[in-house]
């Protein structure tokens, strides 16, 4: 006969037995991992961007002509032309104050009328002697000094007239005229300064021609030629038409960059300094591209994202040049023929795994 501790000792261990039981049973089946997301890609591609060459550069003139005063030590007493003033070749651009100068010719005139006033006395004194040459009328060495104070004479009034001249010759340096026809871009004249050899106290444009100077790179110059078409971009937006008239002869060795001078017409907008973006026409050049969609940008510039060999996403930076027909050109990336992803860009990390679908 069973008690009822015994009964109550089997009711326990049934009850321990079954969440044993229960604890050992089958756990439920992890979450299963999600599919690889469905990306088109694309391949970076060499392909002719036949918009034209572009290139970058500043407006400059095509010549400049300095000028500066001659005189040193003159006061500058008036201004007559100021920047973006267009004036004529000889037209006065500044005047020096010649209060000084007057007397000082004034002054050397007097002592050339003296010194001609001498010569003349020696000349006569000279002519008295002719013919008395060992005569007895006179010594040999009185005749000689009479001769040789006549051409000391005439020494001293060229002397004098050389002094004269260099004084007149300053005094028509006085009024600063331009050298040559054209717009001026500078002025640093003013008013109460001192004038000084080498200084500059203005540049002008000659003829106001403004012309670009772009920055080709080495690779595209050899397809660029003189009388080429180009359409010119300014600061302001609008675009005005040029022609290639002269090709520099060496390139940058840091920049690898060479230089083409792009003739403008004549415009008063056209600034030199300003920045502006030239297109060649007519020049078809290879680069390496992708799509417009593949490049995104953020803080630190351009990059795409590339798809390798095991479908897995990574993040490549790159340099960005030329635009034409929803292509960017890339000067600085991943090799032709890597795999970039052409859409869901967004949703996209580094290490992602993939589904590549090649865009058509």
């Not at 007895?136 to 004098?160: C, K």
Request: with cysteine; hydrophobic share 40%.
């Amino acid at each position: 006969m069973t008690t009822a501790p015994t009964l109550i000792r089997l009711a326990a261990a049934a009850t321990l037995l079954a969440l044993a039981l229960a604890g050992c049973g089958k756990k439920p089946d992890a979450k299963p991992a999600p599919a690889p997301l469905t990306v088109t890609v694309t391949r970076v591609q060499s392909r002719a961007l036949t918009d034209g060459l572009t290139a970058q550069g500043l407006l400059v003139s095509r010549e400049e002509a300095g000028v500066a005063s001659e005189l040193t030590g003159y006061r500058v007493a008036a201004v007559l032309a100021d920047e973006g003033d267009w004036v004529r070749k000889g037209q006065p651009l500044a005047r020096l104050d010649d209060t000084l100068l007057k007397a000082q010719i004034a002054q050397q005139t007097a002592n050339l009328q003296q010194q001609q006033v001498a010569a003349e006395r020696a000349k006569a004194e000279a002519d008295r002697v002719k013919g008395l040459d060992n005569q007895g009328v006179l010594s040999q060495e009185q005749i000689v000094e009479r001769r040789l104070a006549a051409r000391s004479a005439d020494a001293a009034v060229a002397v004098a007239q050389a002094g004269l001249n260099d004084l007149k010759t300053r005094d028509s340096r006085m009024t600063i005229v331009a050298p040559v026809s054209g717009r001026v871009l500078e002025r640093t004249a003013r008013p109460g300064d001192t004038s000084a050899p080498g200084t500059t106290l203005y540049r002008i444009a000659r003829d106001g021609l403004v012309e670009m100077d772009a920055e080709v790179d080495e690779s595209d110059l050899a397809q660029v030629k003189v009388g080429d078409q180009a359409s010119v971009k300014l600061p302001s937006g609008q675009t005005v038409q040029g022609r290639v008239r002269f090709i520099s002869p060496r390139v940058d060795p840091q920049t690898k960059l060479g230089h083409a001078r792009i003739a403008l017409p004549v415009r008063p907008d056209l600034r030199p300094g300003g920045f502006a973006s030239a297109t060649f026409k007519g020049v078809a050049t290879a680069g390496k591209v992708v799509p417009e969609a593949a490049v995104h940008f953020d803080a630190n510039g351009g990059h795409v994202l590339l798809v390798d060999a095991q479908n897995k996403v990574h993040t490549a930076p790159v340099k960005t040049g030329r635009r034409s027909q929803g292509l960017v050109e890339i000067l600085d990336g991943p090799p032709i023929g890597a795999r970039v992803a052409l859409s869901g860009g967004v949703f996209l990390l580094d290490g992602d795994l993939v589904r590549p679908v090649e865009a058509p």
